[in-house]
């Protein structure tokens, strides 16, 4: 079984940044593609970035390309989502995930396990 937990959410200003990050107990994610999801209220969750096991391959939504950056550090099993330039359409609860696929995958129901999730508010 493996446990994932988020920090460093919060509120900030509009073009501010916030990191992320996302730490795995229980086994080792160094196989696993990492994910980064958002749900904002009254809306369907939606993909935001995703990395390969190696780091070589990197999704991102198309609304956080040139803002966000996805990382990983297998040797700490961690995950971490760089955000610049924040926006108020970037409020949301950020989850990180894992998944045992072969490939990396925008699709959440490809992945295996969540986090409880990070708040992240942008005030305008």
């Known amino acids: 079984q493996v446990q994932l937990g988020e920090s460093g959410g919060g509120l900030v200003q509009a073009g501010d940044s916030l990191r992320l990050s996302c730490a795995a107990s229980g086994r080792t994610l160094s196989s696993s593609i990492m994910g980064w999801f958002r749900q904002a209220p009254g809306k369907e969750r939606e993909f935001v970035a995703t990395?390969?096991?190696?780091?070589?391959?990197?999704y991102y939504k198309d609304s956080v390309k040139g803002r966000f950056t996805i990382s990983r550090d297998n040797t700490k099993n961690t995950a971490n989502l760089q955000m610049n330039s924040l926006k108020p359409d970037d409020t949301a609860v950020y989850s990180c995930?894992?998944?045992?696929?072969?490939?990396?995958?925008?699709?959440?129901?490809?992945?295996?396990?969540w986090g409880q999730g990070t708040q992240v508010t942008v005030s305008s």
């Open positions: 990395i390969s096991w190696r780091g070589c391959t990197i």
């Open positions: 995930s894992a998944s045992s696929k072969l490939v990396v995958t925008t699709r959440p129901e490809d992945y295996d396990y």
